[in-house]
């Protein structure tokens, strides 16, 4: 049977439903590691957060599009065929570099010719001349020569050499280059066009017997292949939109769902602003334009943001004030008083004894002195601090606030709880509310688009503007509410809103926000047209930046977000922006990219699963997520009442009891259930692709539990590290990936223990050989770099217990679709912890150190082996913190923070034997008393020019069974030399070491 596609081409209908496909048998892990951390960092820049920065948890686009062509491309019996293909699909193999490449200049192209050895007439300098003479140094020398540094700069293209061979030949140049380093001075492959595809079709067509010119036809004729149709993706938790968007521009027909209509409205963003067509893109952008002018023009009617000159606010900076007990005196609580780091802008505090109060007065151009003094404020780790006639009174804000255990247990304060008529403080209330300072901009340049601005500090006028805002809120906030123009909901107690419900006293989501914001918000609301469902999702994303608790970045004289951090944190001072420092945000709308797929969004819960898909692609909740079901009622309180369509056909209140969250016993059976609600509602050769970011080790068998109920089976698991040095990430947070590949359990197999052991073990040890195998193949075929690194062999081993493991119905009698799904008692280890447990020692054997014989890493203990296998990692320029963390586990180290010389995400290192010294680490576990910890003790004593002797006669006193060891110090020490190197002051020293041990005279 055929099926004729939309560009009328005849496929075979399902001659690859039974092939297993590419993604259960290989995957780049290391390559796809670098395109995903490369999108992270594009920020602002990345295709979907300008839709909302608020949702955190979107898994880069690149993710979603290897997951889509992984779970379609079949595995043949040709798997380097197989990579390629994956990898030109993906424009991550050499020749794609010659086009993604966008920074590496021309005389940068013809250094590395020269480096290389193959520098000709590639390359001639700009006057036309050739660059090298017909008889010329070697490269080294060459390049310490100015004369020819001076040529070498001014290379251009040969203008002989065609467009095409340009490619070809920068992409030779690039190969040599390591993976991760081309990726950062590259397009990301979602920028590059159709053209910059054209020349791979031939080659993936001969492979696959298709005949496609683009991804939308290749998805879909694949997806007959496969499935007898144009493939369907399913995401039941479809967040930021991340995968249904990736798998429409793919060409996929897509189900996109969530029990949170702000993640649905967020899928609908992408689907349908940034998935727009040209026409409707432009109708949209002319909307939001129209919008935005009315606004302008009803808050210059009112005057409430221009001074008497013709200034114009751009930005407002308030404080909260309390009375400090001690001296009876109002201050105002300000972390810092600077204002402006770059134009050197303070607050000074002006005493009132009068009234007992502090005037703020703004001060530019201070000396650096004086900014370095005012890095200090009134609010000092948690306490109000400030002088009066010399006295210095220190006070908590605990105890202001009078924070105190109720009987039940519960904090509590003498905080009065704000009521439904409020938004400012009351008279009476402990903190108070102050504007402090304003951002102008100058008369004459407002309205252009570079303006100049200066900072003042509030006078009279001002205070009156203040009041007459007040003044129009008081008179209107009822009816915005009735009409839903602002919101009126309460704020329900949770992990993330107890924070403001404590600190603050603030009991609904209008009390977020302070007179002007709920002004401008309400504005945007009452204005809107009701048939233009975009600008529901540019209210949400102005209520991001207009609320009370957005920060004031001195240092880039900026207004934070609200969620520029995953919570709902309250601050003592923030900033207000007024409707310039908005007009860009609120006229513009995401850049269009062009969508194949259908699309429909739904939002009900994860398990309420509605339609028949071929693939569903998610990204569940685990453990330690964001809690979106708190945090976007923040949006919701703003959105519920009078939704636009499509928007009103979804439930607009607080979802929470529905959502799944946490882990324990209810998360693994409300898990159960949507993922086996998904397997019933997939084909029989469907697949399921999960990903998920963990921290726990306790998740693999979290996880086998939870697919064994819904009645899944793994296939594969791969890992990809996501890491970023961000203020979010400090303390050694790292955020990586796992990705689980899982189909239909077919049958009913029953197995013991003991008997299922033997198979783990054997599944285990073939997966792991496979993959080393298929590693040395390629690099005899002259890649460069290691398909596989030592973490994939590592999670190759989980998915291969898994994969057996989850292939059982009854292990020892027990049901364990049931089991999954039983209570445990605290600190029970069952079959599945002691299976996962035995395959990690398992991988753990067959990932021997190069350099170190299988006789010595049997001996070694798990903190040595951790040593060992991280010194080998970091010769291969590995220094992510994952990676450190990932073999904590495995080895089974309980701290790995005595082995650590930094602990930054993406520079960690080991300790060396200089960082340990004389003394450190010999009280360590496993490790203190072994060989690696004494050959360490002896590189530290050569470095430090103790005598050869002394330190030999040290080793014989700190190592047990010295002249029985002596030979694995020599291991160990060469192993040192190989990985750090000769030129390494620790590597050199470490030589010297193992001829001392070799030359021992016994």
Request: charged share 25%.
């Amino acid at each position: 049977m055929t099926v004729t596609t939309l560009d009328r081409r005849e496929i075979k209908v399902r001659t690859l439903a039974d092939a297993p496909a590419l993604i259960e048998r290989l995957w780049p892990a290391q390559k796809l590691s670098a395109e995903a951390k490369k999108e992270r960092k594009a920020g602002s820049g990345q295709t979907l957060t300008a839709l909302g920065s608020y949702w955190k948890g979107r898994k880069p686009l690149v993710l979603v599009r290897a997951c889509i062509l992984g779970s379609l491309l079949p595995a043949t019996d040709n798997p380097e065929a197989d990579l390629r293909i994956f990898e030109r699909l993906m424009a991550m193999d050499d020749l794609a570099f010659g086009i993604r490449d966008n920074r590496t200049s021309v005389p940068q192209l013809a250094t590395l010719a020269l480096k290389q050895g193959v520098l000709k007439d590639q390359f001639v300098c700009k006057d036309g001349s050739a660059i090298l003479a017909e008889q010329s140094a070697a490269a080294s020398e060459l390049l310490q020569d100015h004369q020819f540094s001076e040529r070498l700069r001014t290379a251009i293209w040969n203008p002989k050499i065609t467009a095409k061979e340009r490619i070809h030949i920068k992409a030779m140049l690039l190969s040599a280059v390591p993976y991760e380093e081309r990726v950062s001075r590259s397009l990301r492959p979602e920028e590059l066009g159709r053209e910059d595809y054209a020349d791979i079709w031939r080659e993936v067509n001969e492979h696959l017997g298709t005949s496609a010119n683009s991804h939308a036809e290749l998805v879909e004729q694949l997806g007959i292949m496969r499935f007898g149709r144009k493939p369907k993706i399913a995401d039941t938790f479809s967040g930021g939109g991340s995968i249904p968007f990736e798998a429409a521009r793919m060409g996929c027909d897509v189900h996109a769902s969530d029990l949170n209509p702000i993640a649905c409205m967020l899928t609908w963003g992408a689907l349908n602003i940034i998935g727009a067509s040209a026409a409707g893109h432009a109708e949209m952008k002319a909307t939001q334009a129209a919008l935005s002018s009315r606004v302008d023009r009803e808050i210059t009617m009112l005057a409430i943001e221009h001074d008497e000159v013709g200034n114009r606010a751009k930005a407002f900076l308030y404080c909260l004030e309390t009375r400090c007990p001690s001296s009876g005196w109002m201050v105002p609580l300000l972390p810092s008083r600077i204002i402006s780091k770059t134009r050197s802008v303070v607050v000074q505090l002006v005493p009132d004894r009068e009234n007992r109060r502090y005037e703020i007065e703004v001060v530019d151009g201070v000396s650096t002195a004086q900014l370095k003094a005012a890095e200090t404020g009134t609010l000092v780790d948690g306490y109000l601090v400030h002088s009066v006639d010399g006295e210095l009174h220190r006070t908590s804000i605990k105890s202001i606030r009078g924070d105190h255990r109720a009987p039940d247990g519960s904090s509590k304060n003498q905080l009065r709880q704000w009521e439904k008529a409020d938004f400012i403080p009351r008279g009476d209330d402990i903190f108070q509310e102050r504007l402090y300072c304003i951002q102008w901009i100058i008369a004459k340049t407002v309205g252009k688009q570079r303006y100049e601005t200066f900072f003042s500090s509030v006078n009279d006028s001002d205070l009156r503007r203040e009041k007459k805002v007040q003044s129009i809120v008081r008179e209107n906030l009822a009816k915005w509410q009735e009409a839903g123009w602002a919101p009126d909901m309460p704020i329900l107690d949770g992990r993330e809103t107890e924070g403001p419900i404590r600190t603050m006293g603030w009991t609904y989501w209008h009390h977020f926000f302070n007179p002007r914001q709920l002004h401008m918000l309400s504005c945007f609301r009452r204005f809107a047209d009701p048939d233009a469902p975009h600008e529901a999702l540019l209210l949400a994303k102005l209520a991001d930046r207009m609320a009370r608790n957005t920060r004031w970045d001195a240092s880039g004289e900026k207004s934070q977000t609200v969620f520029d951090t995953q919570g709902l944190k309250t601050f003592f001072n923030y900033s207000c922006r007024a409707f310039p420092y908005l007009r860009d945000l609120a006229e513009d709308l995401p850049n269009r990219h062009a969508l194949t797929g259908h699309a429909t969004i739904e939002t009900h819960p994860a398990d309420d699963v509605r339609e028949v898909a071929d693939i569903f692609i998610t990204d569940p909740p685990y453990a330690d997520a964001v809690h979106y079901h708190e945090i976007t009622e923040f949006f919701i309180s703003w959105l519920r009442r009078n939704p636009p369509s499509p928007f009103d056909q979804w439930t607009w209140d607080s979802r929470r009891p529905l959502a799944i969250k946490g882990e324990g016993e209810d998360f693994r059976r409300e898990m159960v259930a949507a993922y086996g609600a998904m397997a019933n509602h997939m084909p029989d050769n469907g697949l399921q692709v999960v990903m998920f970011t963990h921290q726990s080790g306790s998740v693999w068998a979290d996880l086998a539990q939870i697919f064994w109920g819904a009645g899944l089976q793994v296939q594969a698991a791969w890992y990809i590290a996501t890491e970023t040095t961000s203020e979010l990430r400090k303390g050694g947070y790292v955020q990586g990936t796992v990705i689980l590949v899982l189909r239909k359990r077919r049958g009913s197999v029953s197995g013991y223990e003991d008997e299922i052991v033997q198979d783990v073990r054997a599944e285990v040890a073939h997966q792991i050989d496979t993959l080393v195998g298929l590693n040395q193949s390629l690099k005899g075929n002259g890649r460069v770099e290691n398909l596989f690194e030592d973490a994939d062999l590592q999670m190759a081993g989980y998915a291969a217990a898994l994969r057996v493991l989850t292939g059982y119905t009854k292990i020892d009698g027990r049901d364990m679709t049931v089991e999954a799904v039983r209570q445990r008692r605290k600190g029970e280890v069952g079959v599945v912890d002691r299976m996962i447990e035995y395959a990690v020692s398992v991988a753990n054997e067959h990932m021997v150190p190069d350099g170190i014989s299988a006789r010595l890493w049997q001996q070694l203990k798990g903190p040595e082996r951790f040593y060992l296998k991280m010194v080998g990692l970091e010769a291969g320029g590995h220094s992510k913190l994952d990676n450190y963390q990932n073999f904590q586990r495995a080895f089974r180290v309980s701290d790995y923070n005595p082995f650590m010389g930094n602990v930054r995400p993406n520079s960690a290192r080991l300790k060396r034997a200089t960082e340990f010294g004389p003394r450190a680490g010999f009280d360590i576990p496993d490790f203190g008393d072994g060989a690696i910890r004494a050959v360490l003790f002896g590189v530290d004593a050569l470095v430090r020019e103790v005598e050869p002797e002394i330190v030999l006669a040290q080793l014989q006193d700190i190592m047990p069974d010295y002249f029985r060891r002596r030979q694995d110090m020599i291991e160990v020490a060469e192993y040192f030399v190989t990985k750090r190197g000769r030129d390494d002051d620790e590597g050199r020293h470490a030589g010297v070491l193992a001829n001392l041990l070799r030359n021992e005279r016994l």
